[in-house]
């Protein structure tokens, strides 16, 4: 793994062609990752699958239709029928009974089955020039050249520019689009805007992701910086990066391994990123939330522990001179870790152990005990702030 | 033309501005897929009244208020905000929707939706700067969520998230509120806190329409209610329509057991003091912002 890093890193500083790979493949993860944390946010991620498959047969039309493969006309041809399935679901859903998600599965299914119907009848019928054309299934980096990263750098610096011109227009219409409307924002014309953004940041990463895998880098880039932060700016600046990285990660070892399809090694790259994300951020990850669980647990018990040793020394004359066994807290708590309790209660100086194994409240754990017994306050650790 | 007619229905005698309506409403009709949510409704609020507007689930409470704001697609009929139509007058409106219609999982902080009351008279490719900050941070003073500026805001409670959402249409600085469902959720010191608000806003002269739930409160908080099932069954100051025959028109059968309610026991003394809530059950979150209050 670590050779191979190291192959990509010198080889990226001399092969024109993988220079342009790598360019291209952070570009499309960079504008996919920030459009996708607002279809995220909006709860639109599977509108960018039936987008994504949609595109297929636009781009085989387009070739069929003109004649050429230069990416731009492909692009162009990708975008219309994306745009075109993403308002059909919308008005699918404006205008009949159908939901939101059978809509998506009825347009991403009948687009896709066109653009492979198409696909098929261009490879028999128009000669070996076209059969790059599958190539959009799967994505295939290596094969991008200077002209594809021309228009695939215009079409990001587009996108991302009018996400920057109504980000505060974007911003409120994602989050409360009714106050949106109240203050005369056209919630609708804004929404078509924002949807055709997201349609233009998918077509942007056909070729090199494919449209089969792309929905993938719309969603997951957002789901992951999500872990991270709780700013809107800071949510897209990292889904992003996070989709960069991927794009650049899976392009250039699809590239270096021969026969590796780079759209899932791209996605791959971004799973894995996600999946740390969810597991290890500091907040709102899985590990951190079992952490904060389990050290609330522990507190629990040892509150209770102190609870159980104080009853049983306030039955004595002398609270601190009544020693117990641990055998005794343990049949009246019937909990688990009495020991461990019990030696936190000596660390914190609220109990301590007698020579033949027996325990007792110190004088500041009877007044800790006395405490919980009446406020029920935890008394072993007050004020430990932990969410 | 109706208008000037409509215009007397709830007046409020006395009202400095009696006789001209802040809000009115004529021969209103909304449907959604031919089935009719309000129809053929009149609506009249005078300027500087708390009006409520009461009624059964699926009378069509939340309905008007979308419609007054053109948030919904009317079928017929006529809204005018100060006499003219509420496309030319949304500077003058301030909006508090439902709490529970938005994410509040959304990352953005306290302030930032605070801001957002701003956006309207900020107009396009222009971002909020200090000016709207400030505006931000007075509002949010006057609900007593100043501290929590920069808190995420799903670490709210209910009743935190209401009064932001308060200090939002505050920073408006609206001539004319609608506020849908304030009191929902929220404790009930907060609730007197927003009605010590509403009462403050009706002092400056400003005209409040409140979508409300608790009969038993609006004789107390409301200078006026229209009473709302479809059609309307009532629209008038309290003492006059807020009686068992309208409410019985209004809520059917049910109203019996909502007499029986209101007639208990008239509500405790107000058991605390004045203001907005901010004892610990309230302020304590994952990261406190701010400096305690002394």
């Known amino acids: 793994m670590l050779a191979l890093g190291i192959g990509a890193l010198s080889a990226l500083a001399t092969d024109y062609t993988l220079r342009t790979v790598a360019l291209g493949s952070a570009a499309l993860g ?92 261009a490879q028999r019928h128009a000669g070996a020039s076209q059969a790059g054309l599958d190539r959009f299934l799967f994505g295939q980096a290596a094969a991008l050249v200077g002209a594809d990263l021309v228009t695939m750098a215009g079409l990001g610096a587009l996108v991302l520019a009018a996400l920057l011109l109504f980000w505060k227009e974007f911003k409120l219409l994602s989050f409360d689009a009714a106050f949106a409307g109240s203050l005369g924002l056209p919630v609708r014309r804004l929404e078509v805007v924002l949807t055709s953004l997201l349609v233009l940041a998918i077509v942007i990463g056909l070729q090199t992701v494919g449209v089969v895998l792309m929905s993938a880098m719309i969603v997951a880039p957002a789901t992951a910086a999500r872990q991270w932060t709780d700013r809107l700016g800071r949510l897209v600046l990292l889904a992003g990066a996070f989709g960069a990285l991927a794009g650049l990660v899976g392009a250039l070892l699809s590239s270096l391994v021969p026969r590796l399809p780079t759209g899932p090694t791209i996605v791959l790259a971004i799973t894995a990123i996600a999946v740390l994300s969810l597991l290890f951020a500091p907040q709102r990850g899985l590990v951190a939330a079992r952490l904060r669980a ?94 | 033309m109706r208008s000037p007619e409509a215009g007397t229905f709830c007046m409020q005698p006395g009202s400095p501005a009696a006789g001209e309506a802040a809000v009115s409403v004529t021969d209103l009709t909304v449907a959604y897929r031919e089935r009719p949510v309000l129809w053929d409704v009149d609506v009249a609020v005078p300027a500087g009244a708390l009006m409520a507007v009461l009624g059964p689930n699926g009378a069509g409470k939340t309905t008007l208020i979308k419609a007054i704001l053109g948030l919904v697609p009317i079928a017929a009929g006529d809204v005018r905000i100060e006499g003219k139509p509420y496309a030319e007058q949304r500077r003058l409106v301030g909006y508090v929707p439902q709490r529970g219609s938005v994410d509040w999982d959304f990352p953005t902080t306290v302030l930032d939706v605070v801001m957002m009351g701003r956006y309207g008279s900020l107009g396009w490719l222009r971002r909020p700067g200090r000016r709207e900050r400030e505006a931000a941070l007075a509002a ?49 010191r907060t609730e007197r806190a927003i009605v010590a608000l509403l009462k403050e806003l009706r002092s400056q002269g400003r005209t409040v329409m409140v979508v409300h739930h608790d009969l038993q409160t609006v004789a107390e908080y409301f200078d006026c209610v229209t009473l709302l099932n479809v059609r309307r069954i009532a629209c008038g100051p309290v003492a006059e329509v807020f009686n068992e025959e309208n409410l019985r028109l209004t809520y059917g059968g049910r109203v019996e057991f909502l007499q029986r309610k209101a007639s208990l026991e008239p509500p405790p003394a107000d058991p605390g003091q004045p203001g907005w809530p901010r004892d610990a059950r309230d302020t304590q979150g994952p990261s406190r912002g701010g400096l305690p209050r002394p």
């Open chain 1, 294 to 387: 389990a050290r609330q647990r522990r507190r629990l018990q040892v509150d209770a522990v102190l609870a159980d040793l104080y009853r049983l020394a306030a039955q004595h004359p002398e609270p601190a001179a009544a020693p117990h066994a641990a055998a005794v807290l343990r049949a009246m708590s019937e909990r688990h870790g009495v020991l461990r309790s019990l030696g936190r209660l000596a660390e914190t100086g609220l109990a301590r152990e007698d020579a033949d194994g027996r325990w007792r409240l110190t004088p500041a754990g009877v007044a800790a005990g006395r405490r919980l017994a009446e406020t029920g306050a935890p008394g072993a650790e007050p004020g430990s702030g932990e969410p």
């Open chain 2, 140 to 188: 949010l003073e006057k609900v007593a969520m100043a501290d929590f500026r920069a808190r995420q805001i799903s670490q709210l409670s209910g009743g935190q998230q209401q009064r932001v959402f308060l200090a939002r249409a505050l920073v408006q600085d609206a001539r004319v509120y609608f506020m849908d469902e304030p009191f929902q959720g929220v404790d009930a």
């Open chain 1, 30 to 121: 960079l504008v996919s990752g920030a459009l996708g944390a607002f279809a995220v946010l909006r709860r639109q991620s599977l509108l960018g699958d039936a987008v994504s498959h949609a595109a297929l047969p636009g781009i085989v039309l387009a070739f069929l239709l003109t004649g050429s493969k230069a990416p731009l006309v492909l692009v162009v041809g990708a975008a219309l029928t994306g745009w075109l399935a993403s308002l059909l679901v919308l008005l699918i859903v404006r205008a009949s009974r159908i939901k939101l998600d059978s809509a998506l599965g009825i347009v991403l299914s009948s687009f896709f089955g066109l653009g492979l119907v198409l696909l098929s009848l």
